[in-house]
């Protein structure tokens, strides 16, 4: 059980497009849902938290123009980098806090993003 | 701020050797603490967690940590490891809110 997924588990894009990505708690209905970011060789940074139905919370410094975040349901999160740059190339990473859980997250499998 | 930090970045162990990683925080709290694995080409999965109770936590796949608040510790170790136990393994701690705090990581190579 707590299975989470991510889709799609790499994408190349073109400088200044923007990206979809998926996140899908499979088994379990998600309270909140977390974005993460993880740089080559690096540890994970909390982008945001997303509770379903309510607007992201940012971390400082991140820019939620950029990066836009919807938590239709309570099964799916969706992360937009919009005017993707080079910089923004990446391994982007969701977990999910079941509903009426404890404090543990679930992680999805991550989708790598390149921009050229 | 709150931080986590993994002192040992890489470690190279050989078959049966014990292992201990070490993990420390800074926060005067109430927190959880959780151990992650990451597998080569997979996502991270969790190992074990602490929110109370006994400062002495079994996990999966042999491994076990221990909580220690006076030195806001949480240590994992495994008594004999494996070379399928190469991975990266990540601390993590939440404090007060469901944010979590990750260290660095610490990439395991264990050699058969």
């Known amino acids: 059980g707590a299975v989470v997924s991510q889709h799609p588990s790499w994408v190349i894009c073109k400088s200044g497009t923007s990206v979809k990505i998926e996140c899908r708690s499979l088994d379990f209905q998600a309270t909140t849902m977390f974005w993460y970011r993880q740089f080559p060789k690096q540890s994970l940074m909390l982008m945001a938290t997303s509770n379903e139905g309510s607007k992201a919370t940012y971390e400082q410094g991140v820019e939620k123009d950029k990066f836009l975040i919807n938590h239709a349901s309570l099964t799916l999160s969706t992360l937009t980098v919009t005017s993707a740059h080079p910089e923004d190339s990446s391994f982007y990473i969701c977990?999910?806090?079941?509903?009426?859980?404890?404090?543990?997250?679930?992680f999805g499998p991550g989708t790598r993003l390149t921009v050229l | 701020a709150q931080s986590v930090s993994q002192h040992n970045h890489h470690v190279i162990l050989s078959e049966a050797a014990s292992l201990e990683l070490g993990c420390n925080y800074s926060y005067g709290g109430t927190v959880n603490l959780f151990w992650y694995v990451q597998y080569p080409g997979q996502h991270l999965q969790l190992l074990l967690k602490y929110f109370s109770g006994d400062p002495l936590v079994k996990g999966i796949k042999g491994f076990e940590a221990e909580f220690i608040k006076s030195k806001f510790s949480f240590n994992l170790r495994k008594p004999s490891v494996q070379w399928s136990d190469t991975a990266e393994y990540f601390c993590?701690?939440?404090?007060?809110?469901?944010?979590?705090?990750f260290g660095t990581g610490t990439r395991l190579k264990v050699l058969a």
């Open positions: 977990s999910a806090r079941p509903v009426g859980g404890t404090d543990t997250q679930y």
């Open positions: 993590a701690v939440n404090a007060g809110t469901y944010k979590y705090i």
